[in-house]
């Protein structure tokens, strides 16, 4: 795909891989909208719309802006979300709720009020950022693997159904980058939110280093786009020598869990 005057929204724009992607596509000579949570930014950039994308009405405004503002769109981009986890006992039943609305279901409302576009059309992209826990699931994280798991399922489902029209889907595996992404961090497991702010701050991969990633695989038409050595590494772990991925998953359970050394 060619990026040069292609009609982009982007999600989660404000800050982090949204807003890395955002600079990446403007620069390639794309047209981006670019949507947050967070009021208009002071820089009064028109190339902005406010969107919650728990809220079908504001998914609904977003289809009206990009007719009105761009004709149409080319590419998608589900990219807002946040963090969130916790062992099994102690990740509550209104977090799994949280985290579901919006990380699971937000890529879901998105991508369904686009559709009817792209269809009509015959072509367009879209980019479901996901996580490498969609592909690999390390203890403590129940609730934030399996709404990646989704994304993941979600996305190629959206792919098969849709490529008949033209429309290639794609979805994003990242392992930890430095970013913002805890700040929306949630839950009672205050261990795990140590463990994850930690591997995110030591990461030695930037959103920008994610971002030209995730633009390279798009370029190249690859639907799971697994964009760092880190994360390429895990998953073909997993996928060639399971009892190696099960005893260091395994491992890192009974250190959250203080357990290790003792079996």
């Given at each position: ?120 059309q015959r072509s367009g992209r879209i980019v479901n950022v996901a996580s490498l826990a969609g592909l690999v699931h390390p203890a403590g994280m129940g609730s934030y693997n399996a709404v990646k798991a989704a994304v993941v399922a979600f996305t190629e489902t959206t792919g098969h159904e849709l490529a008949a ?99």
């Amino acid at each position: 795909m060619a990026f040069q005057d292609a009609r982009v929204l982007v999600t989660g724009a404000a800050s982090g891989l949204g807003a890395a992607l955002t600079t990446k596509l403007r620069d390639a000579g794309a047209r981006v909208l670019a949507t947050d949570l967070g009021a208009e930014p002071a820089d009064g950039d028109p190339d902005y719309l406010r969107l919650d994308i728990t809220s079908e009405d504001d998914w609904a405004a977003a289809v009206d802006r990009v007719e009105e503002q761009l004709g149409g769109l080319d590419m998608l981009v589900n990219n807002a979300g946040v963090a969130g986890g916790g062992r099994i006992d102690l990740c509550t039943i209104d977090e799994w709720r949280w985290i579901t609305e919006i990380n699971l279901f937000g890529v879901v409302r998105g991508t369904r009020a686009f559709v009817p576009g792209f269809k009509r059309q015959r072509s367009g992209r879209i980019v479901n950022v996901a996580s490498l826990a969609g592909l690999v699931h390390p203890a403590g994280m129940g609730s934030y693997n399996a709404v990646k798991a989704a994304v993941v399922a979600f996305t190629e489902t959206t792919g098969h159904e849709l490529a008949a029209y033209g429309v290639q889907a794609h979805a994003v595996c990242p392992s930890y980058f430095r970013t913002n992404l805890m700040d929306s961090l949630h839950g009672s497991d205050e261990m795990l939110g140590q463990v994850m702010s930690r591997l995110v701050h030591g990461s030695p991969y930037t959103a920008d280093d994610i971002a030209q990633a995730v633009l390279d695989g798009v370029e190249r038409g690859d639907e799971l786009i697994v964009p760092d050595d880190a994360a390429r590494f895990a998953y073909e772990l997993k996928q060639s020598d399971r009892a190696a991925y099960d005893a260091m998953m395994r491992k890192q359970a009974a250190k959250l869990d203080g357990l290790e050394g003792t079996a």
